[in-house]
T-cell receptor, first 113, second 116 residues
Framework: SQQGEEDPQALSIQEGENATMNCSYKTSINNLQWYRQNSGRGLVHLIL?????REKHSGRLRVTLDTSKKSSSLLITASRAADTASYFC?????????????FGTGTRLQVTL | KAGVTQTPRYLIKTRGQQVTLSCSPISGHRSVSWYQQTPGQGLQFLFE???????NKGNFPGRFSGRQFSNSRSEMNVSTLELGDSALYLC???????????????FGPGTRLLVL
């Protein structure tokens, strides 16, 4: 079963605009990670945020985490056509084991020229 | 370092057959996890192997099994294939020993299995 939902399910923006996608989860977590997937291929790790962190940046990516609301958001600034992909959040439930990521339903992002 | 590799990339089988998929992790990574991705169920965890031992298991029937070799390479096997087993099977590797960098999982390109 999946941990939670992501919204929106699909997002279409123009190049240069910012894209925000949200993720909600159900149980307590050790960390939350965001992945990108292009056209049904493998997943590319974008960023990891620990449960004791509230915000993290990596290049054009900004992730926030609110453990009280069990939610996270991913902001991609100044989007490019190459950012077109599906984005998934994934939670890891406890420390000590690197596995058993539970994924959200994903957001399909389309960036047009 | 070379990334995670999976073979074969595409596979067509018929119902009732069995299939074996292979995954070679990033050099030095001891943990290999398997995930199934379908349009209906999304990404679901199958199992994880660490140092040749199954460390975690998802909610899949016993037809799904796996193993890990001493060089950390892993195989998963699906017996008595059903139409619903058609999916993208993804393998991920990590150092597996905890810590924020080590907790990051690196995914392979996947094996797309079609069951007819």
């Amino acid at each position: 079963s999946q941990q939670g939902e992501e919204d929106p399910q699909a997002l279409s923006i123009q190049e240069g605009e910012n894209a925000t996608m949200n993720c909600s989860y159900k149980t307590s977590i050790n960390n939350l990670q965001w992945y990108r997937q292009n056209s049904g291929r493998g997943l590319v790790h974008l960023i990891l945020i620990r449960s004791n962190e509230r915000e993290k940046h990596s290049g054009r990516l900004r992730v926030t985490l609110d453990t009280s609301k069990k939610s996270s958001s991913l902001l991609i600034t100044a989007s490019r056509a190459a950012d077109t992909a599906s984005y998934f959040c994934a939670t890891q439930p406890w420390a000590g084991t690197a596995s058993k990521l539970t994924f959200g339903t994903g957001t399909r992002l389309q960036v047009t020229l | 370092k070379a990334g995670v590799t999976q073979t074969p990339r595409y596979l067509i089988k018929t119902r009732g057959q069995q299939v074996t998929l292979s995954c070679s992790p990033i050099s030095g990574h001891r943990s290999v996890s398997w995930y199934q991705q379908t349009p209906g169920q999304g990404l679901q965890f199958l199992f994880e192997y660490f140092s040749e031992t199954q460390r975690n298991k998802g909610n899949f029937p016993g037809r799904f099994s796996g193993r890990q070799f001493s060089n950390s390479r892993s195989e998963m096997n699906v017996s008595t294939l059903e139409l619903g087993d058609s999916a993208l099977y993804l393998c991920a590797s990590s150092e597996g020993t905890g810590g924020p960098v080590r907790e990051t999982q690196y995914f392979g390109p996947g094996t797309r299995l079609l069951v007819l």
